[in-house]
């Protein structure tokens, strides 16, 4: 009994150590190919199991997965080891996969106006050291931030210059300019940054340092402050003969993305049963009122161009004589007015008016 229980745990010994090596060795036809470097196997071997697998291949995709799983397991195994804070870790070779970019890549920083102009002018940037020597404090100091060397703002005095008012602040003035340089800093690094993505830069709602101020710049800044409070100039009051400003009209109003259906429903019926119905869309009288406003007004440009050219033609020849191309006198006969008889009545093209009375008598031919 007891040598039949030896030779049966040799045999379990055994056969577990064929069941774990089978586990860890997988044999393919054809060979994986391996990138180490992004952790990729790619297997070109045909999937002959998910063809017999029928229409739940769920079984066979999982162990496909888990046998070049393996493989790639065991690559990383040969690869170098070493330990960093007592942990076992692999060196990865450089990858030899190139792998899309989820973005593109980026371009290039825009130059400076600055730098625009340095490169213009050929002038190079010199590399300065970032500590100088105070003589005030006998040390290396740093030549910009905090604790910098000649830091005027310890100064407890201040010389008033010649042509300064004596009552003036200095130390406030100091603080005003510094403030001042600071904020002109920050507006030429938004410009540079609007002119680096192209954009348009703000127009100046404010008023210009130079004082001269245009009719219209004014009221574009009056009207940037009104609306700078918190209501947007909804309770603002209004001087007694203020105009409404140009452009404040209610903004347009979509519908959402989501929300009344039965809304959106009847509006797209609505569209389709305008679109469907036989009813012209088009006005006819309005339209041919139009067209025989705009004939009327052909013709008459044409009576008033003619008038014109027979009045250049014919002039005046003094009192009671003739005169070629004058306008219809009450009256008498006209010849040769627009090139034709006419009528009594209104003047028309191609003919010559008869009878009536004048004034002056009985025009001479």
Known sequence: MEGQSVEELLAKAERDEAEKLQRITVHKELELEFDLGNLLASDRNPPTGLRRAGPTPEAELQALARDNTQLLINQLWQLPTERVEEALVARLPEPTTRLPREKPVPRPRPLTRWQQFARLKGIRPKKKT?????????????????????????????????????????FAKRIQAKKERVAK?????????????????????????????????????????????????????????????RGSGKKRKFQPLFGDFAAEKKSQLELLRVMNSKKPQLDVTRATNKQMREEDQEEAAKRRKMSQKGKRKGGRQGPGGKRKGAPPSQGGKRKGAFGGKMNSGPPRL???????????GKRRK
Do not use: C
Not at 139 to 155: I, L, N, P, V
Not at 350 to 360: A, F, I, L, P
């Open 185 to 245: 800093n920050e507006l030429n690094r938004l410009r540079n940054l609007a002119r680096a993505h192209k954009m348009q830069l703000p127009s100046a709602a404010g008023m210009h340092p130079t004082g001269h101020q245009s009719k219209e710049e004014l009221g574009r800044a009056m009207q940037v402050a009104k609306v700078s409070t918190a209501s947007v100039g909804r309770f603002q009051e209004r001087l007694p003969k203020e105009k409404a400003p």
């Open 130 to 170: 970032n500590l100088v020597w105070d003589e005030v404090s006998g040390q290396w100091r740093r030549r910009w931030g905090y604790q910098r060397a000649r830091d005027d703002t310890k100064e407890w005095l201040i010389e008033v210059p010649g042509g300064a008012d004596p009552l003036e602040d200095q």
């Open 350 to 360: 191609g003919g010559k008016r008869k009878g009536g009375h004048h004034q002056g």
